[in-house]
């Protein structure tokens, strides 16, 4: 039997259309939530995902902001934009679009940045109140995910959940989560021996290596739920095609649940991220 499709842009949809509402209620009180994005360099997808997050924005009634800046910027710059961002009242979100030129430190633009208006949860302060058990903002890839999880009803409490993959935007984040919900996590990484055997026993397997394919259906438990942050672009016969790091068409028939790629983990993400900021808006 074929597994469940956990249908992220429909959910999306109707997280988007939450933040709709909230941005019209926010709108009674004189409110208006506002993000700001700083995008440095030309990395293609990087303005991709921008174009994608300020359409959603403006779909949701949030305003939306695109500070660009040139491969040569230099971090004073990025650290002085950062600074009066957090100084604007008008402005409730900032994300940092990443990866930054190799000449900035990324971190140091990171914790710039207010954990108030952190609406991509990756400050320090952030991370360790998610770590604390009382977290504030979680990151939008993680959320998102715990999200499509709880809207399937999928079991968590008991169950064995291997995460594949250990990054602080989503690995250890999302083994943080799912530890507060009462599963028993296993993160594998590039040094982690015996990947497969770990996997195949997982009754909720994540995979977020980057790695196209990466998880075949021989590392599927029957009947698992696999969550597929990968996003890999192909190249077949001149064509390009995005596919995640897990198999699908071999998955499909061995898990109990799969998301897709696309239009899986990706629309959550954008979702998420327009939460975060309109429930910063309205602290």
């Given amino acids: ?10 959910l999306a949809a109707q997280v988007r259309a939450g933040v709709k509402a909230e941005v019209a209620r926010l709108s009674q009180r004189g409110i208006r939530p506002g993000l700001a ?6 990395d293609a997808a990087s303005r991709v995902y921008v174009r994608n997050k300020a359409r959603a924005c403006e779909e949701t009634g949030v305003r939306s902001t695109v500070f660009e800046y040139p491969s040569t910027v230099k ?15 008008a402005v409730h979100g900032i994300l940092v679009q990443l990866p930054l030129p190799g000449q900035i430190d990324s971190e140091k633009i990171l914790e710039a ?9 990756f400050h320090p302060a952030n991370l360790g109140a998610l770590l604390a058990g009382r977290p504030r903002v979680v990151p ?7 999200r499509l999880l709880s ?19 989503v690995g250890k984040p999302l083994a943080l989560l799912l530890l507060q919900r009462d599963a028993t996590v296993t993160i594998c990484h590039s040094k982690s021996k015996n990947i497969e055997m770990e996997a195949k026993q997982a009754d909720i397997l994540i995979a977020a290596v980057g790695r196209a394919n990466l998880v075949t259906a021989a590392m599927v438990k029957p009947g698992a739920c696999v969550i597929d942050v990968g996003v890999n672009r192909l190249s077949d016969a001149g064509a390009n095609r995005l596919v995640g790091d897990v198999d699908f068409d071999a998955v499909k028939n ?5 998301t897709p790629v696309p239009g899986g983990v990706g629309p959550m993400t954008i979702a998420m991220l327009l939460e975060n900021c309109v429930k910063a808006a309205s602290l």
């Fill in 75 to 89: 971090q004073s710059e990025l650290l002085e934009r950062v600074r009066a961002l957090n100084a604007d009242p």
């Fill in 151 to 169: 809207e399937a009803a999928v079991p968590l409490a008991g169950r064995s959940a291997v995460v594949l993959g250990r990054s602080n935007i």
């Fill in 1 to 10: 039997m074929a597994a469940r499709i956990l249908d992220g842009k429909s």
């Fill in 113 to 121: 940045v207010s954990p108030a208006k952190d609406v991509d949860g």
């Fill in 140 to 146: 939008c890839t993680p959320a998102g995910i715990m």
């Fill in 37 to 42: 994005v700083i995008l440095a360099g030309d």
């Fill in 254 to 258: 061995v898990a109990g649940w799969i």
